[in-house]
């Protein structure tokens, strides 16, 4: 072999390694042996071995989320592939740049029904930003660049590269660097200077405007630009669920979050605002409720890198197509511009207000009629204790919108959670890649009992690879969010909820469970212990750490939007719920 001949699969690696890539999440199979074998010699790959492909997908988003870098999972085909397919279509909706390679069976037997065989560049078409069958050994090192190029450039998101087993062991010549071709992708990234101008206009004639801000501005790295923008106007913030800690919570500017379980002050401002400056957001269902009632009265700015998200859900007054950091970088020379000329926004009112809605209804909580442990309580010290530097990832239910409500986000990346997609088993997975990522941050996941029970095998991989994440299972004994459903739209009529089913026991204990794993378990079932149980899990660092919390059962997460309902509908607590048809999809009483 001549020093410019290689294996597809070395091929593969070394193109890993020249786009710098330092970490794979993945499990070997059949198809994609062998590539396992030169990855074996890598001085600077590192593979981390799951225990499931979906540990996998969800390690690589976890990963991209907290560095903003591509984040690597690799998988066999078939079964191996198909594992893959929730954690990139979880990706694809919170537009998180992953490469995931999957082997597939030889070119010759692709369309047989062989033995593991699965068409799954068929199957993620709908879900992916763009995938690759390879055939052609000599294709991978450009194949390879043209994916990392696609999920990180534009609105970032997942691509997928299959390769044929047969590519991975025949022989090609290996060059690098390699010309891409892409003649149809073009991104956008500096928007037309005439629809700036207009919207810097716009936002100073306003009288009730609102920065509403998505995780676009985070996947742009705009945090700081938006700080200036906003002290700038002097508007009202509002970061979605995708956007938390975009903006510091604790800036007089911001009202909170929006949405089904946002803030009164957040949803409020939307819908009586004049003017909408919308960032890097997609305008999503759980945001603005029974969409025909949605801020009637705004005018709209609507700035996003894709520009099929542009009026696909709110027509747009001034559509701005370019990446949320030019944008508002360009936003500020034009309002700054504006400004010179003398003219100057008002918004003494709107803020009167904004603010009587933040003092009225503050987020908060109750305690739990019969003594439990409050789920609130937990995560709020949680979030004091650990600090607005350490980095919180959460699954999906109560506890997700618990963590979103009562933990203060004061910097960019520091929350990671599924949200267009609602996956739940991604929190450990997820905190898994994070701290691999950002090995010296400090690594919390927020899960739910129902959640935990979904991925919590990678905890093993964690105690094997020595990553020592620490996890709260916030536990109260079932399915959480779709128990709060039941007790306010479907009579208190608890089918399939209970995770414990009457045992007068743990069923798994989760304590055991975690030892078994090669982790520190802890448990805490009062008040007074939630700040030392938290403490002595903090103090442990050479390992991964499992605190169960065990919670009431009636917690339920305020304030709501049932959904479907008009935002104007935002109930505050369980005695203003309205009667809602969910056959019908529609209030049927007030």
């Not at 919180?392 to 109560?398: L, R």
């Not at 905190?431 to 905890?459: H, S, Y």
Request: glycine share 10%; with cysteine.
């Amino acid at each position: 072999m001549t020093a410019d001949q290689l294996t597809g699969a070395q091929s593969l690696v070394r193109s890993l390694e020249q786009l710098g890539v330092d970490v794979v999440f993945g499990i070997p199979g059949g198809a994609i042996l062998p590539a396992y074998d030169p990855l074996f010699d890598s001085q600077r790959l590192r593979h981390i071995l799951v225990r499931h492909e979906q540990g996998a997908g969800h390690a690589a988003t976890g990963y991209a989320q907290a560095t903003g870098r591509v984040g690597v999972c690799m998988a066999t085909s078939g079964p191996g592939a198909t594992n893959l397919v929730t954690p990139i279509a979880d990706a694809y909706m919170d537009s998180v740049p992953i490469v995931a390679i999957t082997g597939q069976v030889p070119s010759a037997a692709i369309g047989t029904d062989a033995f593991q065989e699965a068409d799954i560049c068929g199957i993620t078409m709908p879900i992916t930003k763009h995938n690759f069958l390879v055939q052609d050994p000599a294709e991978i090192p450009r194949v390879l660049t043209e994916a990392f190029h696609i999920a990180a450039t534009g609105r970032p998101g997942p691509v997928l590269v299959d390769i044929a087993k047969d590519a991975l062991q025949a022989m090609a010549p290996f060059t690098w660097p390699v010309e891409m071709q892409l003649p149809g992708y073009r991104p956008a990234a500096r928007a037309h200077a005439k629809q700036v101008k207009e919207a810097a206009r716009l936002i100073l004639d306003a009288k009730r405007p609102v920065l509403y801000v998505g995780g676009g501005v985070l996947k742009a790295r705009a945090a700081a630009e938006l700080r200036v923008l906003a002290e700038l106007v002097g508007a009202p913030v509002i970061t979605t669920l995708m956007a938390r800690g975009a903006f510091p919570d604790s800036h007089q500017l911001h009202l909170g979050m929006p949405g089904m379980h946002g803030s009164v002050a957040a949803v409020t401002a939307l819908q009586k605002c004049d003017l909408m400056v919308a960032l890097g957001t997609r305008f999503d269902d759980r945001v603005t409720g029974k969409l025909s009632t949605f801020a009637p009265e705004a005018a709209v700015i609507h700035a996003d890198i894709d520009p099929a998200e542009i009026s696909k859900n709110r027509v747009a007054d001034i559509p701005v197509v370019g990446d949320a950091r030019e944008v508002i970088a360009d936003l500020i020379v034009a309002v700054q511009a504006e400004m010179a000329t003398g003219r100057q926004a008002d918004y003494a009112s709107w803020w009167r207000q904004c603010d009587g809605w933040r003092r009225t209804y503050p987020l908060g909580y109750e305690p739990e009629s019969d003594g439990s442990l409050a789920p609130q309580l937990v995560i709020e010290r949680l979030g004091r204790i650990a600090g607005p530097d350490a980095i919180f990832v959460a699954g999906v239910g109560q506890h997700q919108m618990w963590a979103s409500q009562f933990i203060s986000y004061e910097n960019p990346y520091t929350w990671i959670n599924s949200g267009g997609l609602g996956t739940m088993g991604f929190a450990v997975p997820a905190a898994m890649g994070a701290k691999v990522g950002r090995p010296d941050a400090l690594g919390w996941a927020i899960d739910g009992d129902g959640c935990f029970q979904m991925t919590n095998q990678e905890l093993t991989t964690c105690a094997i690879e020595g990553i020592p994440i620490k996890v709260a299972v916030i536990n109260n004994q079932s399915l959480g969010m779709v128990r709060q459903w039941q007790t306010l739209f479907y009579g208190s009529r608890y089918s399939n909820t209970d995770l414990k089913a009457g045992r007068a026991t743990y069923l798994p204990d989760f304590v055991k469970l975690a030892e078994a794993m090669g982790c520190v378990g802890l448990r805490c079932e009062t008040a007074g212990d939630v700040d030392a149980t938290i403490e002595k899990a903090m103090a442990v660092t050479d390992a991964p750490v499992v605190v169960d919390f065990v919670v009431g059962k009636d917690a339920m997460v305020w304030p709501m939007v049932a959904a479907g309902t008009s935002n104007d509908d935002i109930m505050v607590a369980r005695d203003t719920a309205p009667d809602f048809d969910y056959e019908m999809g529609e209030v049927v009483s007030e």
